[in-house]
């Protein structure tokens, strides 16, 4: 089974551009995640889908940040414009429906210049 | 609301020697806890978790955590450490009986393997 797929692993951009990433989450699992996590902290939960509904983005910035997870699948993150403090990992996270605990992809490493 | 603690954002042992990492909580409803594990570069591995039942829980890799609620605690041991359980460590809290809740982590403990 393959596990949660995020891309691209790495992103360095200047400030002030756009960017976005990706995530493919485990077949079945309705629950998707997006997490920061900064430089030696623990991830902060960003929002969070049931199939296709936003559930809980209540940690979301909204002026600049924004997610959608057409048909319930795939998800999408997106910065516009990017600022410095940016920089950092983003996770995506999937689990099944009143499931204990999430299985994590490998991140998105942002660096922005 | 609900908050870790890890005691110890680095911790050294010796190869061979137990391991000790230390988590507290904090929750108004009883607590779903989580050990998760950080490799450089990677995202999380769940290493094990505590629902209901049993308080003393084993992980992957020989680790186990032990949950005691009058201490508010859930810390994580391992009798013999290897090199490789070099690697960050974080504890997860969630407030929801239904699991698919905001998890809440600690600020992460590296863990160093001495040889």
């Known amino acids: 089974e393959a596990g949660v797929v995020q891309s691209p692993r790495y992103k360095i951009i200047e400030k002030k551009q756009p960017v976005a990433f990706w995530c493919n989450p485990i077949s079945g699992h309705n629950t998707l995640y997006w997490y920061l996590q900064n430089l030696g902290q623990g991830p902060e939960l960003l929002i969070r889908?049931?199939?296709?509904?936003?559930?809980?983005d209540s940690q979301l910035p909204k002026d600049r940040f924004s997610a959608e997870r057409l048909k319930g699948v795939d998800s999408t993150l997106k910065i516009q414009p990017a600022e410095l403090g940016d920089s950092a990992v983003y996770l995506c996270?999937?689990?099944?429906?009143?499931?204990?605990?999430?299985?994590f992809g490998s991140g998105t490493r942002l660096t922005v210049v | 609301a609900q908050s870790v603690t890890q005691l110890g954002s680095h911790v050294s042992v010796s190869e061979g020697a137990l391991v000790l990492l230390r988590c507290n909580y904090s929750s108004s409803v009883p607590p779903y806890l989580f050990w998760y594990v950080q490799y450089p570069n990677q995202g999380l591995q769940l290493l094990l978790k505590?629902?209901?039942?049993?308080?003393l829980v084993k992980g992957i890799n020989g680790f186990e955590a032990e949950f005691k609620k009058s201490e508010t605690s859930f810390h994580l041991t391992k009798p013999s450490a290897h090199m490789s359980d070099a690697a960050e460590y974080f504890c997860?809290?969630?407030?929801?009986?239904?699991?698919?809740?905001?998890?809440?982590f600690g600020t992460g403990t590296r863990l160093t393997i001495i040889p």
């Open positions: 505590y629902t209901t039942g049993a308080t």
């Open positions: 889908y049931e199939n296709e509904e936003a559930v809980d």
């Open positions: 997860a809290v969630s407030e929801s009986n239904f699991g698919n809740e905001k998890l809440t």
């Open positions: 996270a999937s689990s099944l429906p009143h499931g204990v605990g999430y299985t």
